[in-house]
């Protein structure tokens, strides 16, 4: 009995979040690799139902499959501070404590995605497998930005995320 318990439960979580759908709802927007030095970090990829992307537009998938492995804590803190670069300290402030603890550690072949539905509410996806839901949409934004934004510290992965479209 317990055990379906959990598998209704289970079901019910993942029938109430944005799922990692099918290719008939995503298409690709762009992709492409982020470098650091000499190293291959992880494939990128943007995604939305339209296969067209605007800034603020949703609902959209942005995933990472990792070249290397990484920990957690090394994912948490590469995302303060390129909301620091960013200049955007408030993001730190308002969204460290989400992030602390929230990503696994990473092998090479596994896959972080980020899914927004069409209100910009988000769910973290590790291996196609629901980490947690962040109902504020300005997260979304916060979080995206780091990929997405004209201010980005990554202005080529930006451009190939964006199908080459400034």
């Known amino acids: 009995m317990n ?14 979040c944005p799922t990692m759908a099918t290719t008939d709802k995503w298409q690709g927007v762009g992709e492409g690799v982020m470098r650091y030095l000499f190293w291959d970090i992880y494939h990128a990829e943007l995604a939305t139902d339209t296969g067209d992307y605007r ?19 090394e994912i948490t803190k590469a995302t303060l501070d390129q909301w620091r670069k960013l200049d955007r300290p408030e993001y730190v402030r ?7 603890d929230l990503w696994p550690d990473v092998s090479a072949g596994d896959t972080l995605s980020f899914v927004t539905d069409a209100n910009g509410q988000g769910a973290f996806f590790f291996n196609g497998e629901l980490l947690q839901r962040v109902e ?8 995206t930005a780091i ?9 080529g992965l930006r451009a190939q995320l964006l199908g080459g479209r400034p």
């Open 136 to 143: 504020d949409p300005a997260f979304s934004e916060a979080f």
């Open 3 to 16: 055990f379906f318990k959990c598998a209704l439960v289970g079901t019910a979580l993942m029938l109430s």
């Open 147 to 155: 990929w997405l934004s004209p201010k980005t510290t990554e202005p």
């Open 94 to 100: 308002a969204y460290k404590a989400l992030l602390t």
């Open 55 to 73: 800034q603020g537009q949703h609902p959209m998938r942005l995933s990472l499959t990792y070249l290397r492995d990484i920990e957690g804590d």
